[in-house]
């Protein structure tokens, strides 16, 4: 189903069903051999929203590689690519706290538990916002796990498409002190414009010294057209094995910034590093092969910046 501006979502549908499928990620990246992230909550998260055939790939009774073509959305690929990216994000936030930023800023929080299990330094006020069915489910779940924040957790339930600066604001979060922020799996969701209004509050709200992580697809009015059709091929494959939620045409077309341009003309000193090097440098596989629409995707990167 197409996105409207004031569709809503909760984690077992639209929107919210790519949080809990970025959890079956995690879920599954934890579970690897040789694994590069650790996260104990993604797989009780995804068991309390209830979408059976993610449950089933989460615990690890439905074998990833036996669902579908192993495709940049396939389930195959998932883990690999939500291990690249989690320890990209993990690590941005701990190299922003060991520099002394004590506040951070987690966008579109999702089933994201970071502020669960990463080793915060003492002080550190961690806020997350989303739209608050999602926070409350969350908060639910974890409590229910017994599980406590490493570090001062500030929910802020809030939809992105309203006012959640000064809600923000008003959840205690101080603007003449740095923060590190993070937009991940976000962008594309918001709509060419509204990626620019977001950027340009963060611009706002950071002082100097102020870190900044998210991605960056260069080509992305010809990417986002594909990574729906793409999702749309992954979950007819996966209908085969009892999935019958809607995902497709999610992410808003159109032309749309540079991320890294955008940032550096705003006061950002930019970095960006290719999910395909991040890939091979953590010592994962690389896809067998290339296809035409996959290699639409070569261009994405991850983006890190130093408000100036």
Known sequence: MARTDNDTWDLASSVGATATGVAVGRALATRAD?????????????????????????TGELDANEVDDGGEFGLARMGDMMAVRTRFFDDFFLEA?????????????????????LPWPDGTTVYE??????????????????ATPTAGLRAVAVDLRDDWVTALRGAGHDSTQPTAWSAEGLLPFLPPEAQDALLDNITQLSAAGSRLATENMPNASEAVPLMADRMRQSTEAWAKHGFDVEMTDLWYGGERSDVVEYLAAHGWQVSAVGAAELVVTHGLSAPASIDDEAANFAGLSYVSAIRQ
């Open 34 to 58: 040789n694994p590069l992230i650790n996260d104990p909550f993604a797989e009780p998260l995804v068991r309390a929203v209830g979408v059976e055939f993610f449950t089933r790939v989460a």
């Open 97 to 117: 706290a060991s520099s002394g930023i004590r506040q951070a800023v987690i966008l579109a929080s999702g089933l994201d538990a970071r502020s669960y299990r």
């Open 129 to 146: 916002i989303d739209q608050p069915t999602v926070i409350e489910f969350k908060a639910r779940t974890l409590s229910g796990l017994g």
